[in-house]
């Protein structure tokens, strides 16, 4: 007979070493000099950022180029960039940049301006949803797809907006662990999790819907994941909001509350990470007997009460 598992108590481990707060680094100034240039002059200082509160002895360096009160270009790179095989490290590379930059600003410093501009960041391009579903099932119509289903209807009747994404139809490049996201706050790839990274900051309320896959997620779904550490490097250097609340809704094919031990160590943190507060989860194993989760009394009300408890927090 199918049956739902109980939530079990957040353990204290998940809820300790998660802390997304902005960060303020300790700066210290490497080199400042005033650069004559042939139509200006310029002030180009390299600065040495310590962020191994986030990441053990990550550092940062920020190279800019000021005229007057204007920033012209930035270059940023940290040591976490470089993986042990290479034969570059970020402090040099930072050095190196500004001797060069510090002979082209007096020649010809428009490559530089080109080619490192201090650009404002990317804005979100659709309006805000009030609760945004990642539904990680491949199958649009399983049983990830119903529960998803049932939790936009509670948005819907509550009066707030929702939004649904599938990963598996969206065009998301794998987390390469190049880490340059902790310079930018952006991801090197400009792809669809940008557009993901938007709904969910923007979200009040984020539903996590997956199937149990080989006692994980589906890969489509850890792309996703993977993929936030952008999120995490935009509010850890810039800051963002927080009161969003996270909710994990999962399914698994055989028997028993251990097949989600993994969904729950990997989801629970996930949302840590990223200043979201877990509200709840409801799993429902023993899936593959039953086909169709629609056949479980009560389940449509459990999940539509714990949806609407949670965005009326
Ligand atoms: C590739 C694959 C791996 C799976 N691995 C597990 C597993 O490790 N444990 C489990 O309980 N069910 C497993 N299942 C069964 C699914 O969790 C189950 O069929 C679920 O209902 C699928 O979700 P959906 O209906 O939303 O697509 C697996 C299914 C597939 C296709």
Same mark, same amino acid.
């Given at each position: 007979?199918?049956?739902?598992?109980?939530?079990?108590?957040?353990?204290?481990? +998940?809820?300790?070493?998660?802390?997304?707060?902005?960060?303020?680094?300790?700066?210290?100034?490497? &080199?400042?000099?005033?650069?004559?240039?042939?139509?200006?002059?310029?002030?180009?200082?390299?600065?040495?950022?310590? +962020?191994? =509160?986030?990441?053990?002895?990550?550092?940062? +360096?920020?190279?800019?180029?000021?005229?007057?009160?204007?920033?012209?270009?930035? +270059?940023?790179?940290?040591?976490?960039?470089?993986?042990?095989?290479?034969?570059?490290?970020?402090?040099?590379?930072?050095?190196?940049?500004?001797?060069?930059?510090?002979?082209?600003?007096?020649?010809?410093?428009?490559?530089?301006?080109?080619?490192?501009?201090?650009?404002?960041?990317?804005?979100?391009?659709?309006?805000?949803?009030?609760?945004?579903?990642?539904?990680?099932?491949?199958?649009?119509?399983?049983?990830?797809?119903?529960?998803?289903?049932?939790?936009?209807?509670?948005?819907?009747?509550?009066?707030?907006?929702?939004?649904?994404?599938?990963?598996?139809?969206?065009?998301?490049?794998?987390?390469?662990?190049?880490?340059?996201?902790?310079?930018? @706050?952006?991801?090197?790839?400009?792809?669809?999790?940008?557009?993901?990274?938007?709904?969910?900051?923007? =979200?009040?309320?984020?539903?996590?819907?997956?199937?149990?896959?080989?006692?994980?997620?589906?890969?489509?779904?850890?792309?996703?994941?993977?993929?936030?550490?952008?999120?995490? =490097?935009?509010?850890?250097?810039?800051?963002?909001?927080?009161?969003? =609340?996270?909710?994990?809704?999962?399914?698994?094919?055989?028997?028993?509350?251990?097949?989600?031990?993994?969904?729950?160590?990997?989801?629970?943190?996930?949302?840590?990470?990223?200043?979201?507060?877990?509200? @709840?989860?409801?799993?429902?194993?023993?899936?593959?007997?039953?086909?169709?989760?629609?056949?479980?009394? @009560?389940? &449509?009300?459990?999940?539509?009460?714990?949806?609407?408890?949670?965005?009326?927090?």
């Amino acid at each position: 007979m199918p049956c739902g598992v109980p939530l079990p108590p957040l353990r204290k481990e +998940f809820l300790s070493g998660h802390a997304s707060m902005h960060m303020e680094p300790a700066r210290e100034i490497l &080199k400042s000099v005033r650069v004559r240039g042939r139509e200006a002059e310029y002030l180009l200082t390299l600065e040495r950022e310590d +962020f191994s =509160a986030l990441y053990p002895r990550m550092v940062r +360096f920020v190279l800019t180029v000021r005229e007057g009160d204007r920033i012209r270009a930035v +270059f940023r790179t940290n040591t976490f960039e470089y993986s042990p095989l290479s034969p570059l490290a970020a402090g040099t590379a930072a050095q190196e940049k500004a001797a060069e930059w510090e002979q082209d600003l007096t020649a010809d410093p428009s490559a530089i301006f080109r080619n490192y501009p201090a650009g404002p960041a990317l804005r979100p391009q659709e309006p805000a949803a009030d609760l945004v579903i990642i539904q990680g099932s491949p199958r649009p119509d399983g049983n990830c797809g119903i529960l998803t289903g049932w939790a936009a209807e509670a948005a819907g009747d509550a009066g707030r907006t929702s939004r649904v994404i599938y990963p598996h139809d969206l065009d998301i490049h794998p987390c390469i662990g190049c880490y340059q996201c902790y310079n930018t @706050g952006t991801c090197v790839f400009d792809d669809d999790m940008r557009s993901i990274i938007d709904a969910v900051r923007g =979200a009040r309320l984020l539903i996590v819907c997956s199937p149990v896959y080989t006692n994980t997620v589906p890969a489509g779904l850890k792309l996703v994941i993977d993929r936030m550490q952008a999120y995490h =490097a935009e509010r850890t250097l810039s800051g963002g909001r927080s009161g969003q =609340a996270g909710i994990l809704f999962s399914v698994a094919g055989r028997k028993g509350g251990d097949n989600f031990t993994c969904i729950i160590k990997v989801i629970i943190p996930f949302f840590l990470n990223l200043g979201i507060e877990p509200a @709840g989860q409801m799993l429902i194993d023993s899936v593959d007997a039953v086909r169709d989760i629609r056949l479980l009394p @009560g389940r &449509k009300e459990e999940v539509k009460g714990l949806v609407a408890a949670a965005l009326s927090r």
